[in-house]
């Protein structure tokens, strides 16, 4: 089982920027195929997908909502997973989750349903 550990949400006004951070543990990048994703949910909304990468492949998965506004990516050597925001929107308002999953060489998931392993959640709260 991986440990996951979000930090970086808060507060921002519309067409700020805020940088998730997710600290993983009890596991080690490179020792399996994995996934690795964001999520988030809405008040009142079900859990959806925003970005999941394949490190090992160097695919990536962004929702059509955030392309080209954030970037996944991941640091080896921290264990550590980030989602760059830029441009941000009020409909970005949401409990942000990190997961991840054993996966096969050249998978990538993008459902919440395919993840095993969650994240407590960080709030980013954008305001107009």
């Known amino acids: 089982q991986v440990r996951l550990v979000e930090s970086g949400g808060g507060s921002v006004q519309a067409g700020g920027s805020l940088r998730l951070s997710c600290a993983a543990s009890g596991y080690t990048y490179g020792n399996s195929y994995m996934n690795w994703g964001w999520f988030r949910q809405p008040p009142g909304e079900a859990r959806e997908g925003v970005a999941t990468?394949?490190?090992?492949?160097?695919?990536?998965y962004y929702a059509d909502s955030v392309k080209g506004r954030f970037t996944i990516s991941q640091d080896n050597a921290k264990n550590t997973l980030y989602l760059e925001m830029n441009s941000l929107k009020p409909e970005d308002t949401a409990m942000y989750y990190c997961?991840?999953?054993?996966?096969?060489?050249?998978?990538?998931?993008?459902?919440?349903?395919?993840?095993?392993?969650w994240g407590q959640g960080t709030q980013v709260t954008v305001s107009s």
């Open positions: 990468i394949n490190p090992s492949i160097g695919s990536a």
């Open positions: 997961a991840a999953r054993r996966a096969l060489l050249y998978e990538l998931a993008t459902t919440p349903s395919a993840y095993n392993d």
